[in-house]
């Protein structure tokens, strides 16, 4: 028997310390906060997904009255990016939320589905997306979503 230890490095930063091209993520998936479709929970989430060719797609919280039909930000930008552009992988995403009247103070982690939704799409393209989660001041940065999705599962257990 023995112990497998996980572990992984996540950067905890200052919104100020992100790089320029960190920052304008950022800053779009903020901008696309009043898109978001929040009646229910009143939790605004957006996602700004960058393309290898430079572009920036971004998507927004969709909810429902049959609250399972909705669907997160990141999901909505993903699979927005995905189906306008196949052929470019997504390099980064950053993802924002408002509540309460404000950004949020600490950032949020994207929910099981959205981390499985992007780790399809790493595999799909070969290539890990950085995440940025934002929030007021705060930021974390994560190299791949394996990180935060230990143990995943993907297609190889289908060889
Ligand atoms: N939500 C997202 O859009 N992304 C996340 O990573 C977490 C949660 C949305 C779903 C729902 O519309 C609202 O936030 C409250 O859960």
């Known amino acids: 028997m023995k112990t497998i230890r996980i572990s992984a490095d996540i950067i905890e930063c200052e919104k100020s310390e992100l790089s320029a091209e960190d920052l304008e993520l950022v800053k779009s998936s903020e901008n696309f906060l009043p898109h978001a479709y929040a009646p229910y929970s009143k939790f605004s989430v957006s996602a700004a997904v960058k393309l290898d060719n430079g572009i920036i797609i971004n998507g927004t919280n969709q909810e429902n009255a049959a609250s399972p039909s909705g669907t997160c930000a990141e999901r909505t930008a993903i699979f927005y990016a995905n189906s306008m552009y196949p052929e470019n992988k997504i390099v980064a995403m950053a993802i924002s ?6 950004i949020i103070k600490n950032p949020i982690t994207p929910c099981g589905s959205c981390r499985q939704v992007i780790l399809e799409t790493e595999k799909r393209y070969k ?3 950085k995440i940025i989660l934002s929030s007021r001041n705060k930021c974390l940065i994560i190299n791949s979503v394996t990180d935060i999705l230990p143990l995943d599962f993907d297609s190889s257990f289908f060889d």
């Open 97 to 102: 939320a408002f509540f309460d009247g404000s």
């Open 127 to 129: 290539s890990p997306i």
